[in-house]
């Protein structure tokens, strides 16, 4: 069930979590006053960052190793940057 809150929509969800995982974090949901849900939602956001950012990091090593891409960068790196009229 989803429930719009603004520009957001919120949808509750259920999933298993390693008991002492859990008890962590309880006691910082409680050392930080703060709901479970705003512990998880950062959690997951920031798992969600670092992802992308290893995807990103790996297709640029990727681009690195790749002859072509390598000759085509380099080509196009040597423009001047000047805007000319045709």
């Known amino acids: 069930m989803a429930i719009s809150y603004s520009e957001h929509s919120i949808e509750k969800v259920t999933f298993n979590l390693d008991k002492n995982l859990k008890e962590k974090v309880m006691a910082l ?6 709901s479970l849900s705003s512990i ?8 969600l960052k670092r992802k992308e950012l290893e995807c990103w990091e790996k297709a640029a090593s990727q681009a690195r190793e790749d002859q072509e891409y390598r ?5 196009v790196g040597e423009d001047d940057g000047g805007v000319y009229e045709y």
């Open 71 to 75: 000759a085509f960068s380099e080509a």
């Open 29 to 34: 949901k409680k050392e930080m006053g703060v």
């Open 40 to 47: 998880y939602n950062e959690a997951i956001a920031d798992y």
